[in-house]
């Protein structure tokens, strides 16, 4: 609990840590994010760690010149994509034989044979949406490479999404994290950033519980 604790604490205050951060660790603070964003996207076993929240206060620290703006959207991009495709192909190479070695019933061979059809059917949207949910967008990639979906077709989908995610909150943050409204209730932000991330699962979690109460 005091781990989760801590995490949550980190996260709503995300601001305040990346400039301890920076003033602690100067440019390699660059591939301490780049390390964070890689591990939240690209590790099965990290869904946990900030992705919206850092990309929106890394943006925030942007405009104050903290970080260079242009630096900091290459930078959380490339590993943002490079996350993807790491996740994509342990799940190619490695996620059949967890998944048939596994006695989970979350890991059964019907469900790899479905994630293949729903990904050849909605693939390009499922990779692209996924990049703006937590947890789901851990998973996508990996489950993507285990359904053996296209790689060049992934690799597209991979681009744009990565690029649109880190886009929409690097400049969200860089146009409007320093606004007085924003900067003074920068506490507040966060959490709503983060209740909206969570919503979409929260809503299909809901709905798959009335599924299963008829």
């Known amino acids: 609990m005091e781990i989760i604790k801590n995490l949550i604490e980190i996260i709503v205050h995300i601001d305040k840590h990346l400039s301890l951060m920076i003033q602690n ?7 301490v994010l780049f390390a964070v964003i890689f591990a939240e996207t690209g590790l099965v076993i990290t869904p946990f760690l ?7 206060a890394a943006g925030t620290l942007s405009a104050v010149e903290s970080f260079n ?14 996350g993807d495709t790491v996740n994509y192909t342990f ?22 044979d479905r994630t293949h059809k729903f990904y050849e059917k909605h693939g390009g949207k499922t990779i692209i949406l996924a990049r703006f949910i937590p ?3 851990t998973f996508a990639p990996f489950v993507a490479g285990v359904g053996k979906m296209s790689y060049y077709k992934f690799f597209i989908y991979n681009v744009i999404g990565g ?24 506490f507040v932000v966060i959490l709503v950033i983060i209740v909206f991330s969570v ?16």
């Open 25 to 31: 660790f100067g440019s390699w603070s660059y591939l």
């Open 50 to 56: 900030p992705g919206d929240s850092l990309l929106f």
């Open 69 to 82: 703006l242009l630096w900091i959207f290459i930078v959380l991009s490339a590993a943002a994509i490079i």
């Open 91 to 112: 799940g190619k190479f490695f996620g059949q034989k967890i998944i048939l070695n596994s006695s989970n019933r979350f890991f059964k061979k019907e469900y790899v």
């Open 135 to 137: 947890i789901i967008r």
């Open 163 to 186: 690029l649109l995610w880190v886009s929409l909150f690097v400049f969200g943050g860089y146009f409007f994290g320093n606004m007085p409204i924003v900067k003074n209730n920068f």
């Open 199 to 214: 919503l979409p699962i929260a809503i299909e979690f809901y709905k798959h519980k009335i599924k299963e109460g008829k």
